[in-house]
T-cell receptor
Framework: GAGVSQSPRYKVAKRGQDVALRCDPI?????LFWYQQALGQGPEFLTY????????KSGLPSDRFFAERPEGSVSTLKIQRTQQEDSAVYLC????????????FGPGTRLTVT | DAKTTQPNSMESNEEEPVHLPCNHS???????IHWYRQLPSQGPEYVIH???SNVNNRMASLAIAEDRKSSTLILHRATLRDAAVYYC????????FGAGTRLTVKP
């Protein structure tokens, strides 16, 4: 069956531009997570949705980061006025149940800010 | 911040067993131990999880110490495709990844 998909796979943005990263979770999965992974490090939690409700956004590094999941399926992570330190791989994961259930990850979007 | 401690890297020979250790000395009674792995240029992949008892699945075995302060992921016969970063995670309300152990498998 279809796994988690993310688009675009690669994004190059000039400093100061806004970007939008899309995540299509596995159909029927209640929970959706966004992570940021810098080179050589493990994924860092950004935010968590249960259906359309954003239950935890404690990992978002600044108010330039915004995530939404308006209909409880597809999610978008938006970064406004990108900075060089935003360069990373952004991973999306979904799971059937609450947040400590087995998570299925997408391939990630590699964002490079120049 | 991650609540587990793992070696930065380990090496194994192909077709030999691999034991990947993890310390989680502050674990509470309701925290699960999850293991994920991340192959190059891919998102992490679930491997196994457990609470108190040892667990087996088609990918690996998880041996949990009696005091639950440490655990070991066992790959019974390493293959070249098992080369990845392995993450041990103490999961209660959420899952926080650390830096993991980079496993190199030599032919």
């Amino acid at each position: 069956g279809a796994g988690v998909s993310q688009s675009p796979r690669y994004k190059v943005a000039k400093r100061g531009q806004d970007v939008a990263l899309r995540c299509d979770p596995i159909s029927g999965h209640v929970s959706l997570f966004w992570y940021q992974q810098a080179l050589g490090q493990g994924p860092e939690f950004l935010t968590y949705f249960q259906n359309e409700a954003q239950l935890d956004k404690s990992g978002l590094p600044s108010d330039r980061f915004f995530a939404e999941r308006p209909e409880g399926s597809v999610s978008t992570l938006k970064i406004q006025r990108t900075q060089q330190e935003d360069s990373a791989v952004y991973l999306c994961a979904s799971s059937l149940g609450p947040r400590i259930y087995e998570q299925y990850f997408g391939p990630g979007t590699r964002l490079t800010v120049t | 911040d991650a609540k587990t401690t793992q070696p930065n890297s380990m090496e194994s020979n192909e077709e030999e067993p691999v034991h990947l250790p993890c310390n989680h000395s502050t674990i509470s009674g309701t925290d699960y131990i999850h293991w994920y792995r991340q192959l190059p240029s891919q998102g992490p992949e679930y491997v196994i999880h457990g609470l108190t008892s040892n667990v087996n699945n088609r990918m690996a075995s998880l041996a949990i110490a009696e005091d639950r302060k440490s655990s070991t992921l066992i790959l019974h016969r390493a293959t070249l495709r098992d080369a990845a970063v392995y993450y041990c995670i103490e999961a209660n309300n959420d899952m926080r990844f650390g830096a993991g152990t980079r496993l190199t498998v030599k032919p």
